[in-house]
Structures are given as C-alpha cells and as structure tokens.
C-alpha cells in the first residue's frame, strides 16, 4: 500500500467529497452528489483529517492527494466491484429494504461477497492512514462491516459509525439474508449514530433478539462487556455559511433573473432531488397537474421547477422511475402548457451551490415529499436560505427533518388529495403566517446545525463512558 500520513481523525465514506468530472478537463473535481458530503466537508476541514473514499471513477494513481484544502485518500473499486457492490448489494438490495421497501430489495449472493471484500479494503486504507489512538468515523449503508473490521486490525481506535438513512424496523431488516453479519459490523463501533430515535431503538431492539446483547437504554453490552451506544443524532447543514452565500449581491441577482425568466408575478414551486423512486416526484408533480385540472391553479400563476439530479444511471429502477416522471412532466406540459407557459420546469442535471441558494430564494413553496429519507437536507437549506422569513415548505412526514421542521406544512405523500391541499394552502398562505413558520424553522436550523451535529457526535465519542441520555 503507498505512503500516506498517518492523520488522528479519519473519515470514511463510500465516496470521496469530490468526483472526478469526466467532461473534457480530466484534470477537473467536482462536489459528489448527495446530503452526506455537504453534511460532512465542513467538519472535516475543521479536523484537519483524511477522506478515505471512492473517487467515482478510475484513476491513475491512488496515493493520497489533496483538492481545496482536504486530504483526500481514494479506493480503488473495479468495474465487477461497482456493479456488485455500489450498484447491487448497497443500492439494489439494502437501499430499497432501509427505504421501507419502497421498491423490492434484491439478495444475491455474490453482491453480498463483494460487500464484503469492498469493506474489507476500505477497513485496511482507514487502519492504514489512521494515526495511534486516531478517532475514525465511518459513514453510511456501503460500510456496515467497516466497524467491526477496523477494530480487529486497529483495537487502539475509537470507532463511530453514522447511518444517514432510516434503519429499518425489525420485521423487514430481518428479510436480509446477511442480518447477524451486518448488525456484528456495526458493532465494532463505540457509538452508532442514527437519523432519528426510532433508528437507534430498532437497532437496539434487532441487536437484542438476534444476538441476544442486552441494552441498558441507549447503551448494548457485548459478551467481553464493552459498551456500544446506539443514539440518536439529527444531521444537519452549515447554517452560515449557507446564508451568507444566499445574502450575496450575485444569488440575489440571480434569483431576481430566475424569477422573470419564470414569469415575474407566478408562484415559484421547487422540488430539488437526487433522481430517486423514495423521492415521490412523480406524485408531487401529480398533484401539481391535478390542481390545474381542477383549475385551482392557472399556469399563468403558477410554475412547478423540478430539479432532479441525476444518480446510479445503471441500477434498473432508477432507469424506470426516470422513465416514469419523464413521462409524466411530458404529459402535463403537453396537456396543460401553453405557448410560453409550462406548468412545469423539469431539470435533469445538477447544479453549483450559487445556483441552488438562487433557486432556493427565487421559489415561493418548496415542495419535499419523499415516502422515507433519513433526514432530507434540501429542507434545511431552503430554509437556510429564506432569510427574509417569507416562504413555505411543504415536507413528508416521513423525511426525519420532519421531527424539527415541524412548522412546515406536513404530508403523506401517499395522499395525493392531501399533498394538493396542503400545496394549496402554502401557496395561498398569510403572509404572517408563514413568517411566524419560517422563523421559528430558521431558528431550529441556526441552532442546531453541522457544527453542534458533529461535536455531539465526537464529543460522545470521546468520553469512554458513554453517558447515559
Ligand atoms: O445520503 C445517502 C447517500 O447514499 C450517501 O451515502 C451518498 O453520498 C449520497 O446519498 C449520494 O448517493 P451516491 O453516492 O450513490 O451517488
């Protein structure tokens, strides 16, 4: 393995907090999709630590290098590894079973062997570029087995594991054929963190019936009596950073521009997503065309901008519900558009942060109606962003930012009717109504943002004794 600096604290995460763009400058770096590298980059910047993780796609050497300031160590993953790994075990089997089998997980058995393998190699690079005593941090449903791997070959470690999506409740965890090996992964962690308190008790609960641990509340004592705790840790975004960008002449310019392009005088809706079936796109679009058929809105005050990034092109069901929504924004433009007034605004690419924060101040009604998601950041940040204390989110009760944003108009997204009236009534919202909701979501989000989100998390860590909440 080649030289690295030896660093005392390491993250590990699937993939890198950058890609390689594979446009026509090979040489340039773009962010990695996804809540999780915009969760974590401050706080690695804050640590001064090594990213272990995939770059995305090949490249000639993988010693440790640095872009923008972070230490960055890639793993190099083959293209049977990609399919098996990333693609099969990670997002055609425990993706979809974490997500309330939203779509059908698939088991196979060789996805789950390269599983393995996968994590074993990342487990390796992380003891490898860890110095003594390091604090390690592994992040997420691709390296479940990573904890109990790093502690074999690195007992001197303090080892966290945070999970960014729902874990799933016994009856359909229990589906995995792989369950005992992945809880004994997770395991070899002092602190498991989760999105929400449900997570946390469900691991707790899984990790008593099966293995047959008890747990002293959020605390699981093992046979050689080591302690785990399993907690609950809502993450969050870098509130002033954020801010600051969406306060800056050239975001407010940009938004103005946005807003005349749209129309001027129209309602801005804005649904921003990776392309994902536990999204609910489709549905929300749905019940945008459905309020325009029932003539509740006329596209000559309302627009719909969906940006939908794309994301793991080659696993079958994301072919499919991409397929699906495009269909459907097709079908509604073609249906109730106008020379020179679509409903909808469908944008199948991803964007710089300076656009997003324009985006976020131009919409009036930010739509975020996912059927489970671990958090949901897209909420924070528009909010984050309306520091005007104007503008209504309308979120899923099953988002876990559901549980602090909860003066947004809250939906299941299984009922359409339901997603019409409450996009109607934010639409058609009190003024002082809604700033009295913004600020008070505002304030939940300044006061609890990536910051305090990481140094709970490694400040627990740090105490060998892990207090009892
Ligand atoms: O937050 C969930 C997550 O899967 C992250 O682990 C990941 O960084 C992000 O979504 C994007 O997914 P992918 O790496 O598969 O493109």
Redesign the pocket.
């Known amino acids: 393995m080649a030289e690295t600096s030896k660093s005392p604290f390491v993250v590990v ?3 890198l907090p950058v890609d390689r763009d594979t446009g026509d400058d090979a040489a340039q770096w773009r962010a ?6 915009t969760a974590l980059e401050p706080v690695l910047r804050q640590h001064d630590g090594i990213w272990v993780g995939w770059p995305g796609s090949a490249l000639d050497d993988y010693g440790q290098f640095e872009v923008d300031g972070l230490k960055l160590l890639p793993i190099e993953l083959s293209s049977d590894e990609i399919e098996n790994y990333y693609e099969g075990m990670s ?1 055609g089997t425990l993706w979809p079973l974490y997500h309330d089998v939203v779509a059908k997980p698939a088991f196979h058995r060789e996805w789950w062997d390269a599983y393995e393998q996968v994590n074993r190699r990342f487990a390796e690079a992380a003891a490898h570029s860890a110095a003594p005593d390091a604090v390690v941090w592994v ?2 449903y ?1 390296l479940q087995l990573v904890p109990a791997m790093l502690r074999e070959l690195r007992p001197d470690m303090r080892i966290g594991f945070f999970l ?2 729902p874990f799933p409740p016994t009856e359909l965890f229990k589906q995995l054929p792989w369950r005992n090996q992945i809880l004994e992964g997770l395991l070899g962690a002092d602190l498991v963190g989760f999105q929400r308190p449900g997570g946390a008790a469900n691991f707790a609960r899984l990790v008593r019936l099966r293995l047959g641990h008890k747990n002293h509340r959020d605390r699981i004592v093992l046979d050689n009596g080591r302690e785990v705790c399993a907690r609950a840790y809502p993450i969050s975004i870098d509130f002033a950073s954020l801010e600051k960008l969406a306060r800056t002449p050239g975001v407010r310019q940009r938004a103005d521009e946005i807003r005349a392009e749209l129309g001027g005088t129209r309602k801005i809706f804005l649904g921003v997503d ?1 392309l994902d079936y536990t999204k609910g796109i489709r549905q929300r679009l749905r019940a945008f065309g459905e309020l325009i058929v029932d003539g509740l809105i006329d596209v000559d005050d309302a627009v719909f901008v969906q940006v939908a990034s794309p ?2 092109e080659r696993v079958q069901q994301y072919v499919e519900v991409r397929h699906d929504i495009e269909r459907w924004v097709g079908r509604i433009n073609g249906d109730l558009g106008r020379i020179g007034r679509q409903p909808i605004h469908y944008l199948h690419s991803s964007y710089p942060r300076e656009e997003m924060a324009a985006l976020f101040q131009a919409a009036d009604v930010m739509v975020v109606t996912p059927f489970a998601d ?1 958090m949901n950041l897209v909420a924070k940040e528009y909010v984050t962003c309306r520091y005007g204390n104007d503008g209504a989110l309308v979120l899923s009760e099953f988002a876990g930012a559901a549980d602090e944003l909860k003066q947004a108009f809250l939906v299941n997204p299984h009922d359409i009717n339901g997603m019409r009236e409450a996009m109607l009534a934010a639409m058609r919202a009190d003024p002082h109504d809604l700033s009295r909701r913004m600020r008070a979501m505002r304030k939940q989000v300044r006061e609890n943002d990536i910051d305090s989100w990481a140094k709970n998390f490694l400040s627990d860590l740090a105490g060998r004794e892990l207090a009892s909440a």
């Open positions: 995460a699937n993939r990695s999709p996804g809540g999780l590298v997002n992040h997420d691709q960014h999506i990776r994301s793991r671990g």
